[in-house]
């Protein structure tokens, strides 16, 4: 059984396009989180929700917005794609509270052409 | 302000080596959390390791071990008798208590163990 499971695994689409990706958990976490990976490996948090409020909402282009119909889902939808949103995109839960490990999905690979 | 600086980019050692990976940590909380995360070739993040900031003991897992100086700030991460399988990159992450439970990953650290 998978803990922390987003779909898609790949998602390649053209410029100015919308999609979405989802993410699903079955730990019983309070706490959801998004996360992009770019090119350099380097993860950067984007958005956490507990309990289905935005808790963490770093500097992200409105074209990204999160939305989490329960404590066990958190999708993340995407406006009018453009090349640099090319990444990786980790989504990640935990409890609520200081030091909780968080788990992370198998990740989406997004390529914008 | 909450930030991991891990200064080794890329190392590359011959399978059966030991070797060392470097996380230096700043924070301002008197109770903070470190862990390290392990992302190999096929991409996931897999948890390996917390530590709270009042439990200084070092840790061992088998060929994996932690040692956590406050001193230094550091919370280094060393493989005993490095495998092919270890090849990954190695995230090291802190976690505060007034952060919103968010965590600051550094750059991370990519190691190739070399057959």
């Known amino acids: 059984d998978t803990a922390v499971s987003q779909t898609p695994k790949y998602l390649v689409t053209q410029m100015g396009n919308d999609k979405s990706i989802k993410c699903e958990q079955n730990?019983?976490?309070?706490?959801m989180y998004w996360y992009k990976q770019d090119s350099k490996k380097f993860l950067k948090i984007m958005f956490s929700?507990?309990?289905?409020?935005l808790i963490i909402n770093e500097t992200v282009p409105n074209r990204f917005s999160p939305k989490s119909p329960d404590k066990a889902h958190l999708n993340l939808h995407i406006n009018s794609l453009e090349l640099g949103d090319s990444a990786v995109y980790f989504c990640?839960?935990?409890?609520w509270g200081p030091g909780n490990i968080q788990y992370f999905g198998a990740g989406t690979r997004l390529s914008v052409l | 302000a909450q930030k991991v600086t891990q200064a080794q980019t890329e190392i590359s050692v011959v399978e059966k080596e030991d070797v060392t990976l470097d996380c230096v940590y700043e924070?301002?909380?008197?109770?903070?959390?470190l862990f390290w995360y392990k992302q190999p070739p096929s991409g996931e993040l897999v948890f390996l390791i917390r530590?709270?900031?009042?439990?200084?003991q070092n840790e061992i897992s088998g060929r994996y071990s932690w040692n956590f100086q406050k001193s230094t700030s550091s919370f280094n991460f060393t493989i005993t008798a490095s495998q092919v399988v270890d090849s990954a990159v190695y995230f090291c992450?802190?976690?505060?208590?007034?952060?919103?439970?968010?965590?600051?990953f550094g750059t991370g650290t990519s190691l190739t163990v070399i057959p």
């Open positions: 530590r709270n900031s009042f439990d200084e």
């Open positions: 992450a802190l976690s505060g208590t007034n952060t919103g439970n968010q965590f600051y």
């Open positions: 730990l019983g976490h309070d706490t």
């Open positions: 990640a839960s935990s409890l």
């Open positions: 929700y507990n309990n289905k409020e």
């Open positions: 924070t301002r909380d008197t109770t903070y959390y």
